[in-house]
Structure formats: structure tokens, C-alpha cells
């Protein structure tokens, strides 16, 4: 699961450096920015460190913006699969989710693929928005500053920014909201999202990735790692990471 950040114009992005580290915790296999300047599309990606990857969001300014981390499902993992991909026209585009019903060459990944199929910026929006669903979220920036999100409803806006999911802040939300009743009760995990995450508060927003924890992490491994601790809420956050 990437993460995908769509930033619109004189919209400016806070804590960059514990963006950025909290997110390669949980996609790092890349990461990439396209943004507008003087009517141009800037493309900056690859496999970048944390502070590179500081320095090339706080160069974005106040443009319109497209910001992706990867978590490579399909394709190689290098700098050339990293989103956002520039269209033939030369529009930006990024992408979350995974795309089954394409076929892809040896060593693309789907996104790569998509938009080498699209070839411009409104047949990639027309198409995207027939596959957009809560596993397949996607986003365009043209070179006039116009930005576009398929899949905009199953993701969330927060400080006047877009994010597709928040699967990079969700572990330490949920150390005790989630974690600590694993530990308590041993119940299964249907039972653990119908009981415990509705009374937080958190289902309706980020159920899909409570879903997806649930489905890549089993109780056990997670009640594993907390026997570490003396309590959920005192585990140090090197250890809730380890998870992912």
C-alpha cells in the first residue's frame, strides 16, 4: 500500500521531517514529487533518503503538488518505477492500490503501465475513475496547475492537504485502541474490529487500513511484539514499527 499526498496550491505542508520518516517506515520502496513551476511539470523521485526526500517537499513552496511514497507490488524496485510518472502530454501521475486487470510487461509495475497506455492527462482521469475504489485511489497534476483525484471519497483530507490512506500514522494510533485489546482478550479479529475500533472513533475513517493491518499482521505477531512491553501504551515506537 503507498501513500499518495495530493497538495493544491498556497497550501503549505507542516512537520515534513516526521512526514517523511513516518511514512518510509511504512513504504519504502521509492518516493516522488511533481509539482508546477513557471508552467512547467518538476518531476523529482527515486530511491531518495529521508532528507532528500525533506528537501525536495520543502521545495515545492506553496505549488500545487503531487507527493508519493511506494510500496512496490509490481515492477522492479529503482528509481524508475517510483511515482509520479509524466504522461505524454506532459501531465504528472501517481497512484495507490493495485491494478489486476491489466496486463503488464515483465518488470513495470501497473501504474507504469497505466500511464503508458493512457498517454494523456483526461483518458488517465476517465479511466481512473472507472477503476477508483477503496484499494485503487489516483491523482493528476497538468502543467496549468489543475489537479485531479479519482477515488477522492476513500481517502481523507486533513490541513488542507489529500492523503489516500494513513497507514503511516495508524500502528502508534492504534497501540492501545487496537494493539492493547489483542493482548487483554485473544479475540479474533472480526470480533477486535467490530468491538474495539467503533467506541474510538476511528472505523469510519480508516477502516480500510485497520483492515489491511489485520490482514498482513496476525494477532500473534502482534501480541509477540507487545509482551516486550510492560504496557501498549509505554512501547517505544522502534518497536511498534517493527510491524511494518
Known sequence: ?????????????????????????AHDDGFGVAYVRDGDIIVHKGLLSVKDQCDA???????????????????EVDAVRCHPFVLADGSAIAHNGILNDIVIPKGMSDTERLAELAGDCDTFIRVARTLAGPCNKFAALSADGGLAIAGEEHGVWRDGVWLSNTVHESLTQFSSALWRPMVDSRKSEPELVREYMRPYGYWDDLRDDVLWLLREYSADDIIDMLARCSR?????????????
Open 1 to 25: 500500500m503507498c501513500l499518495l499526498i495530493v497538495k493544491p496550491a498556497d497550501v503549505a505542508i507542516d512537520s515534513i521531517p516526521q512526514l517523511c520518516a513516518k511514512a518510509n517506515r
Open 57 to 75: 517537499i520543502d521545495d515545492i513552496g506553496m505549488a500545487p503538488a503531487l507527493i508519493h511514497w511506494r510500496a512496490a507490488t509490481s515492477g
Open 232 to 244: 501498549a501504551d509505554d512501547c517505544d515506537d522502534s518497536l511498534v514499527w517493527e510491524l511494518s
